[in-house]
């Protein structure tokens, strides 16, 4: 960390997810905190999945470590489950069911001592307790961590459960083993997983909610790797942003260019489809939603029919 050393503690550790979610707690420079279950350590986080002696973190020298110690389900950093690991400001840590931000903290925060930090932390978790009637303790804000660096931490620790987001409308990713194997958004199983989950990656606002694992069983799961699926849903991202200037807006009606002079000899199979759907559902949210192709491919085949003058916008 390239901050000069007498600085450190100006940092604090932000919980973004988990039952003490909305708490901070300031570092101090030269001060070694322990993490874990047991009452007598520094920072106390009463759950489940945290072991007695879980983590430290040690400031020294205007740098951050931390170091797992010998916990039973490990130590995430940014994704990566880490013995020992220097922080930077930003780094999101996982310690069982809860993700902490590292922040910058005003210097009144070094004024905050040990018990007051954990009385804080106490209030904290009764706060989300009481604003929460969720089972789930795993709950947290997209804008604070977004969804493929909340995949990749779940992906890392191996979580089993259902990841519902909640934003204008609401997805459904289901993970096993931190796998990726089903998404499906408002319950509209027609789109398919894939189209689904390369549609939830773009949202950037909402709530989420990681519950625990049901039986529902799909007739159709993805077998990519998550990082398979996050890099495709991430290019498919960037390619529709490139041409999404020369589409017509989601909901702008859209016809059959009449007189349609352009001969329909000329278009391919593909095209012919897309047309179509054109004709059949008028908009281009409609298209997408129907057509077997991804988002990308058939907003292409939309851009070449409005161009090629097979159809009108507007």
Not at 148 to 167: A, C, E, M, R
């Amino acid at each position: 960390m390239s901050t000069p050393s007498g600085t450190a503690k100006a940092f604090a550790l932000k919980f973004i997810s988990g039952k003490y979610q909305g708490g901070e707690f300031p570092l101090k420079s030269d001060k070694q905190i322990v993490i874990g279950r047991s009452s007598e350590l520094d920072m106390v986080l009463v759950e489940d999945m945290v072991s007695r002696k879980h983590a430290k973190i040690l400031v020294s020298q205007g740098s951050i470590t931390i170091e797992d110690l010998g916990s039973t389900n490990g130590t995430f950093v940014n994704g990566e489950k880490v013995k020992q690991a220097r922080l930077k400001e930003g780094d999101r840590i996982l310690i069982g069911t809860s993700i902490l931000k590292l922040i910058h903290q005003g210097a009144d925060s070094a004024n905050v001592d040990e018990s007051m930090a954990k009385q804080k932390l106490e209030e904290a978790a009764a706060a989300q307790a009481a604003r929460s009637t969720k089972t789930s303790s795993m709950t947290g804000k997209i804008e604070e961590i977004p969804l493929p660096d909340l995949l990749q931490l779940f992906h890392t620790s191996k979580k089993n459960g259902v990841l519902v987001i909640s934003s204008s409308q609401e997805g459904k990713i289901y993970l096993r083993q931190g796998r990726v194997y089903y998404a499906v958004i408002d319950e509209n199983h027609n789109l398919g997983p894939q189209k689904s989950f390369n549609r939830i990656i773009t949202w950037e606002v909402g709530d989420f909610e990681l519950r625990p694992a049901d039986n529902q069983e799909f007739m159709v799961e993805l077998d990519s790797s998550t990082e398979a699926l996050l890099m495709d849903a991430l290019r498919q991202l960037d390619e529709f942003k490139r041409i999404q200037p020369n589409l017509p807006d989601l909901a702008q009606p859209m016809r059959l260019a009449q007189p349609m002079t352009a001969p329909l000899k000329e278009l391919t199979p593909e095209l012919l489809d897309i047309l179509q759907l054109i004709h059949n559902y008028g908009s281009l949210q409609g298209v997408l939603d129907h057509s077997d192709q991804d988002d990308v491919l058939t907003a292409e085949a939309v851009m070449q029919l409005v161009k090629r003058e097979y159809i009108q916008a507007g």
